[in-house]
């Protein structure tokens, strides 16, 4: 899938902070339970990319997972986020990313509520949260 929006190291840089660079872009995770990663954020609203600012995420998706990561049921739209198998660990796991820009949002499990069954472990760091007005 070709992305809408394409920069490169030196473009991310200037957009983003080192460790949102690191976490979104060389697909690191943050810290569970990390200050200010959206995780214990309770008011409606949605949730964007930093890199790109396309709506990702819903507050009606959303779900205390207990891991200290935003987690969420689905995304906002089928298409709001894309997905490949990640090799990082000796077990595949399913990365997800902003299908517009690409920045590493975290990675899909088969252990979320319904009606999905999915939990969607979302590194915080690379939302910008807007709240409903």
């Known amino acids: 899938m070709a992305l809408r929006i394409q920069r490169s190291d030196r473009e991310w840089r200037e957009l983003l902070t080192e460790e949102e660079f690191r976490v979104g872009v060389k697909e690191?995770?943050?810290r569970a339970f990390t200050p200010g990663n959206y995780n214990d954020e309770k008011r409606?609203?949605?949730y964007h990319c930093k890199g790109c600012d396309s709506a990702l995420w819903s507050s009606e998706h959303k779900f205390d997972s207990g891991t200290g990561w935003p987690s969420y049921w689905q995304?906002?739209?089928?298409?709001?986020v894309a997905t490949k198998t990640d090799f990082k660990m000796i077990l595949p796991r399913t990365e997800c990313h902003c299908a517009t820009c690409g920045l590493h949002q975290g990675h899909v499990f088969k252990d979320g509520p319904a009606p999905t069954g999915e939990r969607w472990c979302i590194n915080g760091i690379v939302l910008d949260f807007r709240p409903k007005e």
């Open 28 to 30: 690191g995770t943050e």
């Open 44 to 46: 409606p609203g949605t």
């Open 75 to 80: 995304p906002i739209t089928p298409e709001a």
